[in-house]
């Protein structure tokens, strides 16, 4: 089930090899040619789509190849309670406003969110944008700290909860169309890397936006987690279209005149993560390729009985002396996280 070398891809009869694409494409990450197929006919998020999974042997990005993403895939995700990942944000959206101190409610609740309570933790008066802020309660967070913040989004209806709910410091627009004078203290964009098109260019966007010695934080799934020879360990694709390692951000970085820190976890552990399960639950699926997560129809492709049983496993796991101790346990197990925390700046 997974490949790669040149001599495995050969060898499997359900490889069918594309040579076009083998000369013609281009990491979307680095530009090295040194591209591979390592999957065909990866299931996409929606039953019945498919696709090819790419590999950069440079930069050790994996990737689809997409012309153009359609975004309705997001109102199908956002609107379904029962679809896992993304329903709870709507959940931040109502609750973070009675938090006495929000970024580290919600840094608690996400590890996406640690390295930038981490990062303000002794700054006052920053000038900050957030670049995919969805419903802005991270924002908000920054907000209700002193930061003079501005949120952008490409979602209408978000933005348009977000303004309702927190107020008006926020934009509809993509990051590269966005026209301003002001320069940044700090750029941050939480999970949202993985789902562009043009990762690459994303961050040429963030540095040109960045003051002299400014930062931009990215959160992304951490492909040094998995093992090296494991395929596509991250959300189906359309809806995730890169997954990426460290090796794939040092990449970037240095084509842009940018240095890269990455966050250490070490110490985090979050009220939703036991890293323990996580790592066990990692290793059990290591081999296994997913099924899509919606059907035609646009239905969740899973049973009550199942959401129902994972529902009472996270209790049991997310208990918090258990949550500690495994943690602690996990700490002999893997050194990595399985969220990425990275920190760009200008190199001196
Ligand atoms: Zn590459």
Same mark, same amino acid.
């Given at each position: 089930m997974i490949y790669r070398s040149m001599t495995n891809l050969h060898h499997e009869p359900n490889m069918t090899m594309n040579k076009e694409a083998e000369v013609f494409m281009k990491c979307l990450i680095c530009e090295s040619r040194n591209v591979l197929k390592v999957y065909s006919h990866f299931p996409g998020y929606i039953e019945g789509t498919d696709f090819e999974i790419y590999e950069c042997e440079k930069c050790d990005a994996q990737f689809v190849s997409i012309e153009h993403l359609d975004y309705s895939i997001y109102d199908i995700i956002y609107s379904?309670? /029962? =679809?896992? #990942?993304?329903?709870r944000y709507i959940d931040y959206l109502k609750e973070i406003k009675h938090k006495k101190n929000p970024l580290r409610y919600i840094s608690r609740e996400e590890s996406s969110y640690y390295p930038i309570d981490n990062y303000l933790a002794? %700054?006052?008066n920053l000038d900050v944008l957030e670049v995919g802020? #969805?419903?802005g309660y991270l924002t908000y967070s920054i907000h209700a700290l002193g930061h003079n913040v501005v949120g952008i989004d490409i979602s209408e209806k978000a933005i348009f909860s977000a303004k309702k709910h927190f107020g008006d410091y926020f934009q509809v627009v993509e990051l590269k169309d966005y026209k301003t004078d002001r320069k940044y203290d700090l750029i941050i964009a939480t999970e +949202? =890397?993985?789902? +562009?098109?043009?990762p690459s260019g994303f961050i040429s966007d963030c540095a040109n936006l960045l003051k002299v010695d400014g930062k931009i934080i990215l959160t992304t799934r951490n492909k040094?987690?998995?093992?090296? %020879?494991?395929?596509? %360990? /991250?959300? +189906?694709p359309p809806v995730h279209t890169v997954w990426l390692s460290k090796n794939s951000f040092m990449h970037m970085a240095d084509g842009k005149g940018l240095k890269c820190k990455f966050v250490d976890y070490t110490d985090y552990v979050g009220k939703k993560e036991n890293k323990l399960a996580s790592y066990l639950y990692m290793k059990w699926t290591s081999n296994k390729i997913p099924k899509p997560i919606v059907d035609k129809e646009n239905k969740v492709n899973r049973g009550k009985s199942e959401i129902y049983l994972r529902k009472v496993i996270k209790t049991v796991i997310y208990f918090a002396p258990i949550r500690y101790l495994c943690s602690y346990i996990n700490r002999f197990l893997t050194k990595e996280h399985d969220t990425l925390g990275v920190i760009l700046s200008r190199k001196e």
């Open positions: 379904d309670e /029962t =679809i896992p #990942g993304y329903y002794d %700054k006052r802020c #969805g419903y +949202l =890397i993985e789902h +562009l098109a043009n040094d987690y998995y093992d090296r %020879k494991s395929v596509w %360990k /991250t959300d +189906l």
